[in-house]
């Protein structure tokens, strides 16, 4: 079974300039997370979709980074204008539902620079 | 602030003893915990979890206690093997009323080295 796929592995940008990170679950995984892990923390939920609807997007900084996930199966996230503080990894995770019992499969994340 | 603290960033052990990791949390709704297992350049993976109901379960040579009281949960491996060497971070997860989001927080991890 293939595991969570996310692309691009790495990314440097310079502040203000825009990015973004494509995200392909599991097939039939109906809920996908994206995370962000600061180096030295521990990942933090951005937002976590359900299908294509979004459950929570409590932390995410919405004057800046947008997500969607069309036809509820692959995901974009994006950084518009990337600042310095956006450096950190993006991960990707899906899960067969929402329940804390469905266990959450991680991709290998993107390494954002931001200089 | 934190609400899962894992305050050890380190620990080294020998190969064929027992590795303790250790985390504290302190949200009392936090209702289910779980440990994960990240190696360099890979995403994390499941490792093992309890619910609040139980005090400790066991996987092969993973055990996790649960101290709610506490609010202390533990990871025991025994016996420590080299290819255990990884960051573990602590997760814990509450129900939100009425969104139906069961979000993960995370603590900071603890690097453990396993010494052969």
């Known amino acids: 079974e293939a595991g969570v796929a996310q692309s691009p592995r790495y990314k440097i940008i310079e502040k203000r300039q825009s990015v973004a990170f494509w995200c392909n679950p599991i097939s039939g995984h109906a809920t996908l997370y994206w995370y962000q892990q600061i180096l030295g923390q521990g990942p933090k939920l951005l937002i976590q979709?359900?299908?294509?609807?979004?459950?929570?997007d409590s932390q995410l900084p919405k004057d800046r980074f947008s997500a969607e996930r069309l036809k509820g199966v692959d995901s974009t996230l994006k950084i518009q204008p990337a600042k310095l503080e956006d450096s950190a990894v993006y991960l990707c995770?899906?899960?067969?539902?929402?329940?804390?019992?469905?266990?959450?499969?991680f991709g290998p994340g993107t390494r954002l620079t931001v200089l | 602030d934190q609400q899962v603290k894992q305050n050890s960033p380190s620990l080294s052990v020998q190969e064929g003893r027992i590795s303790i990791l250790n985390c504290d949390y302190t949200n009392s709704m936090f209702d289910y915990f779980l440990w994960y297992k990240k190696y360099p350049a890979e995403g994390p993976t499941f490792l093992i979890s309890i619910s609040s109901i139980k005090d400790k379960n066991e996987d092969g040579r993973f055990t996790v206690f649960l101290n709610k009281s506490a609010k202390h949960l533990s990871l025991h491996i025994v016996p420590s093997q080299p290819g255990d060497s990884a960051v573990y971070f602590c997760a814990a997860s509450e129900v939100y009323s009425g969104a139906g989001s069961y979000q993960l927080t995370f603590g900071k991890g603890t690097k453990l080295s396993v010494i052969p």
């Open positions: 979709f359900q299908n294509n609807g979004v459950v929570d």
């Open positions: 995770a899906s899960s067969l539902g929402a329940s804390s019992y469905n266990e959450q499969f």
